[in-house]
């Protein structure tokens, strides 16, 4: 690609995850991993999906999750990677033992997210992050604001990133998580710890994603995420909860 990814190189570490709807806080040890400096541009997207790039340095957005996937093993097979994903129709598999481009899991994208910070914010809210106290009205150029400790720029502010990660599959069903807040969010939704989500079609202005890279020796697990856990956080015994529906 003319348009290649910049990727920082993240050491493994421990992150403490949350979950305010179950009530639940967890760690998660990480390998090392490799994360997109800055979240996938308009140009990127266009040069492997053969989209229109009206504002190529502006991060990619009205991608859904499934576009985002397909993204990744495209730029795989561009580079004689190995695709991190298969598909059978529309539902997705992660290959966790290749080396091809993939969506961080969320426990990837928040330890690289916080950079060794413990707050909500990895610097000055207004210096490191587009938000609606900036009063623009679409996603903004990347890298235009300052950059964590680990070199990454836009992980808050500017567009909500897509992870691989299912949300609350018990009453969301098939909906994928993102992170990081968009420029028309307030500061309490721009935050590390913040969790949002839509289904895998979803697209919309303000959602975009950054890529990652590494391959682990595992199956069906990795970096916080496993097959199994997402049954497991799906299965609901007795009666739905008030204002629950059923999923299907």
């Not at 290649?4 to 639940?24: K, P, Q, S, W, Y």
């Not at 990480?30 to 009206?54: K, R």
């Not at 809210?125 to 106290?133: F, H, I, R």
């Not at 679409?138 to 836009?154: C, R």
């Amino acid at each position: 690609m003319t348009a290649d990814l910049e990727l920082a190189r993240i050491d493994g570490g421990t992150v403490r995850l949350h979950d305010a709807r179950r009530g639940i806080r967890w760690s998660v040890d990480l390998e090392p991993f490799e994360i997109g400096v800055y979240p996938v541009t308009q140009e990127q997207l266009a040069e492997l999906l053969g989209e229109t790039a009206t504002h190529p340095r502006r991060p990619a957005t009205e991608v859904s999750w499934l576009r985002a996937i397909r993204f990744c093993n495209a730029a795989s097979e561009w580079e004689g990677l190995d695709s991190a994903y298969s598909f059978d129709g529309e539902q997705v598999a992660w290959h966790v033992d290749a080396d091809g481009y993939r969506l961080p899991t969320e426990a990837e994208w928040e330890f690289a997210c916080r950079a060794g910070s413990h707050g909500p914010h990895y610097g000055p809210l207004p210096e490191v992050a587009w938000t609606s106290a900036d009063g623009v009205r679409t996603p903004q150029e990347v890298g235009a604001k300052l950059p964590n400790l680990n070199g990454l720029f836009d992980t808050l502010g500017n567009v909500w990133e897509w992870c691989w990660d299912l949300l609350d599959p018990a009453r969301y069903d098939e909906y994928r998580v993102f992170r990081g807040g968009g420029f028309a969010d307030d500061a309490w939704s721009v935050r590390a710890s913040v969790r949002r989500g839509g289904a895998p079609r979803m697209h919309h202005e303000d959602v975009g994603f950054r890529v990652a890279r590494d391959g682990f020796d595992a199956t069906d697990a990795a970096q916080g995420w496993s097959a199994q856990a997402d049954l497991e956080r799906a299965a609901i015994d007795g009666p739905l909860p008030p204002g629950w529906t059923p999923r299907r």
